[in-house]
């Protein structure tokens, strides 16, 4: 969630724009930190 917090209103830009958008890495960072969540209830 760095890049939400450092540029929100960017990031809204970038999906209007049509450039990298932002929010497919957060949704990513969001995916490997779901995977962390489920192997550390693993162990």
């Known amino acids: 969630n760095t ?4 540029m929100p209103v ?3 830009d970038g999906f209007k724009i049509g ?5 497919r890495t957060t949704t990513l960072l969001m995916g490997k930190f779901r995977e962390a969540v489920k192997q ?3 162990v």
């Open 3 to 6: 890049t939400f917090e450092i």
């Open 40 to 42: 550390n209830l693993l």
């Open 19 to 23: 450039k990298k958008s932002p929010g």
């Open 10 to 12: 960017k990031e809204v």
